[in-house]
């Protein structure tokens, strides 16, 4: 008996570090930002969520699709989305008042040092080196695709 809990223990310690360490991985590349007031023209009406590591891995995949398709519209190179690896990625997330969970996300390759984990980063011009969008993960849809211009 006393085996068996050990052995139940010890398979539960296992699998948080595997969470950890999969976490870890992601946080080079992307930063959780908490909404609140100073950020608010993202959003209004709304309040602070956080976010699970399934739901990252949503937002991931549903990126990697909006960049496919606006790459697919567009007709000058020059504002072709970059690959997703080549940014760092700031997400916010919220609840509307629908009760749907949103994220506003904010990519930039260059991150200005480690500012970007803590800072909204807001880039004037810039080209395809900084764009940003909001994804309903309760829909799984991507809206308000706006990549910068070039000065």
Known sequence: MLFGL???????????NISKTHFKK???????????????????NVK??????????LIKSILKTAIIEHNKTIKNNLFAIRP?????IQIV???????EK?????CLCDGKG???RTEIIIVEDGGNWYF?????????TFYQMLVNGYA
Do not use: C, H, M, P
């Open 6 to 16: 050990f052995l139940n223990i010890t398979s539960f310690s296992q699998k948080a």
């Open 26 to 44: 992601d946080t080079s590349q992307y930063a959780i930002i908490k909404f609140n007031k100073t950020n608010s023209w993202i959003f209004k």
């Open 48 to 57: 602070a969520t956080t976010l699970t590591l399934s739901e990252i891995e």
């Open 84 to 88: 997703q690896a080549d940014y760092k």
């Open 93 to 99: 997330s919220i609840l509307n008042r629908k009760g």
């Open 102 to 106: 949103v994220v506003w996300v904010n």
């Open 114 to 116: 480690n500012k970007w």
């Open 132 to 140: 940003n969008l909001k994804i309903n993960l309760t829909k799984k």
